[in-house]
């Protein structure tokens, strides 16, 4: 039964001849599947609308070849042949009776058609944003009618597809519309440049073709950016941005409206709290009588009436949310708001795209593998026997393999050495801006607790001799090692084969030290061989307790690889704030007589630090000691009756903690079944030749 605090969430809303059956709409995100996937960016989608989302929406979809934003894998609508793909997604939301949308835009300058080979044209003559050695051109009174001519076909192929939704992009810095409205891209003289008017003129255009065309049947979204957040060489949400809103205000059906660029709209976590954008987008509707949505990582229900009842939205937009719980809508409405796997804001989807591969979600290990692995984030197979199953170690992925083998109905006991659960979770989530990320081991823990038929033992470290006597006793036919892994004290990693020569006259830690005792004292460096966060969030948390540090690193950028989950920019920006010497582009050649060497990783020119510790980010451990232990004792593990042992997770192969829950669920899903190691585990999409 619906907690009667959120039966606002669920009216419905008319949008244009069109209405969403309630207030939950999944706004256009990417998914590093798009045309290339086009069942699974179906499958996907449709488990949205399942799970409750009255408006589902593509992603960025391409309507012409001068468009082309490859090697990344967006919608694609250039022609006929591409809307059969397109009408999956279609057929699988409709098939729940939610409103599909479709966000059909060019994205000028910011792509360099790779693949199509045309010339890039924009705005204003200017190089293209894809860091290739290319220019655009600036477009020309014909260009622009035929862009105008393209939009109008995608519009209308949308309708014949079914799409209920046709959007109107000017959002982030991605999309043509908002290059022409912006200051800081369009360097135009005629009628499309110069005063705010002559800027917002295509817009406005596109606008009344795209209603002109498909108005009739189909809802008009304006996805506009109200603020570009680069002061006032572009929108604010106060001046320029407010005055394009007034212009337009009656135009769309809908205003889904956000801030610019996609770094800024989708912040992590660890730089944002839930709902950071009403203060750009609150203005929006007290200057239009048309409803509006807006994101802001939305997750709890009492905020989202919070944003509807104090009149800053009218739909509840969500990207990141609806991949973590795509039954978060259905939660709510059943009164299981305590069951929704809440977003942590660690932005691992993003990466998907970034990387042009199909996302994964920390949360939902389900996300993306709909239809691959034909999996469900909300059902899963029952037990085929009555087994009982020993894992040992309650970090992420001994929690997720034993919530999911409890709710297959097998019978699991975890022995986790600690005192807590959690594992690396439970450390790393006491780390400065990461607190969001202990959602992972909250969420598994409150389901194993209401399973009957899964124990958790805390201060329970068990030697191998201990897990036969205790598979003996138990009944137990299966151990699962998830013990985790360690950072390496040696220094060994990408840079470094063999270990960093030192002569012991410097405090050599790891981030594992720093996440248990907390404190150093004196000159610190933080050598990061890893690329992830963790460099950059030990740095951060020594300079904040008043160490003074210097962070070193053989890459060119400060966490190099949060540049794929939007965050690099504000790493390296909290860092210099905070005071934290930054030396890029250098490795660790040794420490002796109290200082660090490092030398360039090209000149190989060196330099020294004078420090009192070193905090050696590199490579990490796997704790397999206990598994080879066993494993190496068939006779031993026969005897008491253990038929499985199997090692998953940071224990086999350290990575992310998305990938640490992937594992376990992957476990609990294979745990009965008979898998063939030489062929595909998972269903392929071919091209018919």
Known sequence: MRDSRYDILFEPVKIGPVTARNRFFQVPHCSGMGHAYPRAEAAMRGMKAEGGWAVVSTQETEIHPSSDFSPYSEGRLWDKGDMKRMALMVEAVHAHDSLAAIEITHNGHAGSNRHSRLPSMAVSEMIIDSHDPVQSYAMTRRDIANYRRWHRTAALRSREIGFDIVYVYAGHDLSLLMHFVSRNRNRRTDEYGGCLENRVRLLREVLEDTRNCVGDTCGIALRFAVDELIGPDGLLCDAEGREVVEMLAEYPDIWDVNISDWKNDSQTSRFSSEGFQEPYTAFVKQVTGKPVVGVGRFTSPDTMVSQIRRGILDMIGAARPSIADPFLPDKIEQGRP???RECIGCNICVSGDMTISPMRCTQNPTMAEEYRRNWH?????????????LCIGAGPSGLEAAMSLGRRGYRVVVAEARDMAGGRVLLESRLPGLAAWKRVMDYRIGQIDRLDNVE????????SSQVLEFARELDIRHVLCATGSQWDREGIGREHPDPIPS?????????????ETGHVTGNAVVYDDDHYYMGGVIAEALATQGTNVTLATPAADVSS???NTLEQGFIERRLHDIGVDIVEKHRMAGIRDGKVRLEHVSSLKPCTIDVDSVILVTARRPLCDLYFGLELNPDGRREAGIASLTRIGDCLAPATIASAVYAGHLYARDFDQEIDIDSVPYRREYIKI
């Open 456 to 463: 958790i033992h805390l201060n329970s470290g068990l030697d």
């Open 503 to 515: 002569d012991g006259s410097v405090t050599t830690l790891t981030p594992d030290d720093i996440m």
């Open 338 to 340: 305590e069951d929704i």
């Open 377 to 389: 984030p909300e059902r899963i197979p029952k037990a085929r026997s009555a087994d009982g199953v």
């Open 561 to 563: 690889w949060t540049h």
